[in-house]
């Protein structure tokens, strides 16, 4: 257990729908990671940040955003829903930018 | 644009015997991480290696960096099926902050 949180563990939905994936860091940790995992594109870096502030962006679509809140829980926000969005979404903390990131068990999406 | 590489991205082998994953990636960096994942379960982070020449061990795993030839090795000594698992390698890029790319993975197999 890596102390990383998210809720909720599946998601079934429709396309053309929003969803809202919600995720809280280890204890004290200040940056907060997104990835996506599917079988076509591996897994890949979405959006970091660090203490309510974004730091970095990777392959995050535009239908997609997050924020981090003054507790640093994150949620990760998932619009327009398309089939190809169907993947596993982790979340990842660490306590600095450049310390090793340790990740949650996963949210699994559906889209049908 | 970073991109990193794994070989062999399959491997299934008996118990009892040596093998090596191979990390490859396209540009410099001095940190790299190697993860486990177990089947539909989240990233076990193994070892985190932050300079040339560096060499981690755990277990019968070992890891080791060279970043003049761009390559990191995971070495398996006598394997046990308790170590089939799936394992990434991740190189850091930082811009600002740190992203991390990852590989294709590598599905291991040990077989009694």
């Known amino acids: 257990d890596s102390g990383v949180t998210q809720t909720p563990k599946h998601l079934i939905t429709a396309t053309g729908q929003r969803v809202t994936l919600r995720c809280s860091p280890r204890s004290g940790d200040l940056s907060v990671y997104w990835y996506q995992q599917s079988l076509d594109q591996g897994l890949q870096f979405l959006i970091q940040y660090y203490n309510g502030e974004e730091r970095a962006k990777g392959n995050i679509l535009e239908r997609f955003s997050a924020q981090q809140f003054p507790d640093l829980h994150s949620e990760l926000n998932l619009s327009s829903l398309e089939l190809g969005d169907s993947a596993l979404y982790f979340c990842a903390s660490s306590w600095g930018s450049l310390d090793t990131q340790y990740f949650g068990p996963g949210t699994r999406l559906t889209v049908l | 644009e970073l991109k990193v590489e794994q070989n062999p991205l399959f491997l299934s082998m008996q118990e009892g015997k040596n093998y090596t994953i191979y990390c490859n990636y396209s540009t410099t960096s001095d940190r790299l991480y190697w993860y486990r994942q177990d089947p539909g379960k989240s990233l076990e982070s193994l070892f985190v290696?932050?300079?040339?020449?560096a060499v981690k061990q755990e277990g019968r795993l070992m890891a080791s960096l060279d970043t003049k030839a761009r390559l990191s090795t995971l070495h398996i000594t006598a394997a046990v099926h308790d170590l089939s698992a799936t394992y990434f390698c991740?190189?850091?890029?930082?811009?600002?902050?740190?992203?991390?790319?990852f590989g294709q993975g590598t599905r291991l197999t040990i077989n009694p």
């Open positions: 991740a190189v850091a890029y930082i811009q600002g902050a740190q992203k991390l790319v």
């Open positions: 290696l932050l300079s040339n020449g």
